[in-house]
């Protein structure tokens, strides 16, 4: 075989492998927004191959972006609560039936017992949520709610874990960061 020949092989096949291992574009960072109430909001920018996503970052959180895999973790201050926002292709442009997604949710945390479901609305539209009781160590039972929400690239999964006698204070703080969940604005500060 020609040098020429091989190394066209060996370009195609490196060009096919990247195109085979490419997740979608996902890039994250804080950056703040006018709020209509007044004053500035901390928000979370999240851009894709397509589009560009916001929410409002949580008061009294703090954010940690993994670019490896597209996903964001909101920690508080005093630590009894984490809530994850993942990226995936899974679900694009529409969620599966409910008992579908009940499915996959039960056996994803297959020691929990699943306890209720529920929708949850965003701007980019309506989703899924699912509570979920998790025994932990130390006599402690983790209260567990994985949200989802579909966009046209695939959904993005909302994950709030606190321990279940500190649910009550963690929810609104959920609620209010997944409510916040849209299309970004061209109004926002930018600061990649």
Request: with cysteine.
């Amino acid at each position: 075989m020609s040098p020429l020949r091989t190394f066209l092989i060996l370009a195609l096949v490196t060009v096919w492998a990247a195109s085979a291992m490419a997740q979608p574009d996902f890039r994250a960072y804080p950056s703040t927004e006018n709020a209509t109430e007044g004053g500035n909001v901390n928000i979370m920018v999240i851009q894709t191959e397509q589009k560009h996503f916001q929410l409002r970052i949580p008061k009294g959180y703090g954010a940690q972006v993994h670019q490896n895999d597209e996903s964001i973790v909101f920690t508080s201050q005093s630590g009894t609560s984490i809530i994850t926002v993942k990226m995936s292709t899974n679900y694009a442009r529409a969620l599966p039936k409910m008992e579908i997604l009940r499915d996959d949710v039960a056996k994803k945390y297959s020691t929990a017992s699943l306890v209720q479901t529920s929708s949850c609305y965003t701007a980019c539209g309506a989703g899924l949520l699912f509570d979920l009781f998790q025994p932990a160590s130390g006599n402690l039972t983790m209260h567990i709610r994985d949200g989802f929400v579909s966009v046209p690239e695939g959904s993005f999964e909302f994950t709030l874990s606190c321990d279940s006698r500190d649910f009550d204070s963690n929810k609104l703080s959920f609620a209010w960061l997944i409510n916040s969940f849209r299309l970004q604005q061209s109004s926002a500060t930018t600061n990649p």
